[in-house]
C-alpha cells in the first residue's frame, strides 16, 4: 500500500532554516512526481511545490519561491523540501502528496508541523 | 496565478440530504479540477479529479461535474463520515491553487 511519512518539522527561529523528508513506500517512487502542500493553523490548503518524477522541472508556489527547494533522490525514496529564510507565516502543517491521474493530489502523507517562532 | 472560489463557505445538513458544492475559476482550467475531503486533523483524502472522475474507493454518492470555470461537487445522499472540509483544487497551470473550502456540517 502507499506510504508517505513526513519528518523534519519543529520549532524554528524566524530566518532560520530547516528541511523535511518525506519516505515513499508501496509504489514506483521514480515513476511518480511528488508535491508539497501546507495548511496553517485553522487554514486552508496551499499548494507549495512540485518535482517531476526525474526531477527534471520543479515548480513553486509565489510566496516561497528563491526561499524553498524541492529535491528527490530517487535511489532512496525520498523528497525533501529544503526551507530558508523562513517567516512567522510559514507555520503550518507540510504534506507531501504524491502527483496522480490529471496532475491530482492522490495519496497524501499525515504531515508534518513547522512552526516559526521566536 | 488561477483564483479559486468555493460556495457556499459553509453547509449546515442533515444526514440523507442532497449536498451540492460550487466552485469557480478566475479563468478556463478545462476539465482540470479535483476535489478533496479533509476531516479535522487528518490528511486531505482525492474524491474526484478530472472534474468528474470518481477516484478509486470513493462511494459512487459523490459526483463531480463542469468544464472551463465553473464546477460542482455532489453527495446524493449525505452520511454521517461525509461531515468534512472540501476543497477544489485547480491543476490546469502552475501555481496550482485551492479554493477556500466549504465546511459541511450537521444540522
Known amino acids: 500500500q502507499v506510504q508517505l511519512v513526513e519528518s523534519g518539522g519543529g520549532v524554528v527561529q524566524p530566518g532560520r532554516s530547516l528541511r523535511l523528508s518525506c519516505a515513499a513506500s508501496?509504489?514506483?517512487?521514480?515513476?511518480?512526481?511528488m508535491h508539497w502542500v501546507r495548511q496553517a493553523p485553522g487554514k486552508g490548503l496551499e499548494w507549495v511545490a512540485l518535482?517531476?518524477?526525474?526531477?527534471?522541472?520543479?515548480y513553486y508556489a509565489d510566496s516561497v519561491k528563491g526561499r524553498f527547494t524541492i529535491s528527490r533522490d530517487n535511489s532512496k525514496n525520498t523528497v525533501s523540501l529544503q526551507m530558508n529564510s523562513l517567516r512567522a507565516d510559514d507555520t503550518a502543517v507540510y504534506y507531501c502528496a504524491r502527483g496522480g491521474d490529471w496532475n491530482s493530489l492522490d495519496y497524501w502523507g499525515q504531515g508534518t508541523l513547522v512552526t516559526v517562532s521566536s | 496565478d488561477i483564483q479559486m472560489t468555493q460556495s457556499p463557505s459553509s453547509v449546515s445538513a442533515s444526514v440523507g440530504d442532497r449536498v451540492t458544492i460550487t466552485c469557480r475559476a478566475s479563468q478556463s482550467i478545462s476539465i482540470w479540477l479535483a476535489w478533496y475531503q479533509q476531516k479535522p486533523g487528518k490528511a486531505p483524502n482525492l474524491l474526484i479529479y478530472a472534474a468528474s472522475s470518481l477516484q478509486s474507493g470513493v462511494p459512487s454518492r459523490f459526483s463531480g461535474s463542469g468544464s472551463g470555470t465553473d464546477f460542482s461537487l455532489t453527495i446524493s445522499s449525505l452520511q454521517p463520515e461525509d461531515f468534512a472540509t472540501y476543497y477544489c483544487h485547480q491543476a490546469n497551470s502552475f501555481p496550482f491553487t485551492f479554493g477556500p473550502g466549504t465546511k459541511v456540517d450537521i444540522k
Open positions: 518535482i517531476y518524477y526525474d526531477g527534471s522541472s520543479k
Open positions: 508501496g509504489f514506483i517512487f521514480s515513476t511518480y512526481g
